[in-house]
C-alpha cells in the first residue's frame, strides 16, 4: 500500500513537473514574440536602448495605441502562463531536498505576477487615459507611473530561472544536460557584453534571457531531453527503495 501512494505521489509530481515545463516555453515564446512586436513598432529596439519621457511615451501610445494594446495584452497572458508555471514547479519541489528551488520558484511566481499586473494596468488604463491626455495629463503619468513600478518590480525575477538552470546543469544528479547550461551561458555572457559595450540593447539581452527559460521548460517538460537519466522530480519522491 505504501509503495503504491509513493508510486501515484511520483506520476502526480511528474504531470507536474511536464505541465509546468510546457507552460514555462508557452509562456517564454509569447513574450519573445511580443518583445519581437514592440521592436517592429520602434516601441523597443535590439540594437540601441529607448527611454522617453512621460509626455513622449503619451504621444507614442496615442498614435500606436491599436497596434500596442494586444501586444500588451498577449504580455499579460504570456506572464499569467508563467506565474502558473512557477506554481506547478513550486508544487513540485515543496516536498523534496529544493529548498532553494522551491524559494526561488515562489519569488518568480510573485515577480511574474507583478508584470502580469503591470500589462493589466497598461492594458486597462491607459486607453481611457489617454483620451483626455491633452486635458488632464496628471492620469496618464499615474497611470504609467503604477505600471513602470510593477514592472521594474518583476523584472529582477526573470533571471530565476536561470539559476535553476546552472544549478541543475552543474549538479552531479541535475536533469539539465550540462552541454545545455554551457552553451545558455555562453549566450547570455556574450549578449550581455555585448549590452554593456552598446552594441545591442537590454532588449536583445531579455530575449536570450527569457529563451533561456523556454530551454529549461524544456528540460521540465521533456526529462528524456537530458543526457542523464533522471526526472526532475526524483527529489521528491522516490518509486521504491529497499524498505518498502
Known sequence: MQ??????RTANNSVESKL?????ITGSLLTVICISLEV????????????RTDYEAGAFLYEHWAVMSPIWALSLLGNVLLATASLLLLKNTGSGNYGAVSIGWAIYFLGT????????VSVGGYHPAL???NEQP???????????F????????????LAVLFQQGFARDGFVPRYLAIVAGVLIVAVLLLTVVGWTSSA?????VILATALLGIAYSRPIFASRDVMPVACAWPVADAES
Open 150 to 161: 510593477l514592472f521594474n518590480l518583476g523584472m529582477p525575477t526573470l533571471f530565476i530561472p
Open 204 to 208: 536583445a539581452f531579455a530575449v536570450v
Open 138 to 148: 496628471a492620469l496618464f503619468e499615474t497611470i504609467r507611473g503604477v505600471a513602470l
Open 40 to 51: 517592429s513598432v520602434e516601441w523597443w529596439s535590439f540594437w540601441y536602448e529607448i527611454q
Open 131 to 133: 483620451a483626455v491626455i
Open 3 to 8: 509503495k503504491e501512494q509513493k508510486v501515484q
Open 113 to 120: 505576477l507583478a508584470l502580469a499586473l503591470s500589462f493589466a
Open 20 to 24: 509546468g515545463g510546457l507552460l514555462l
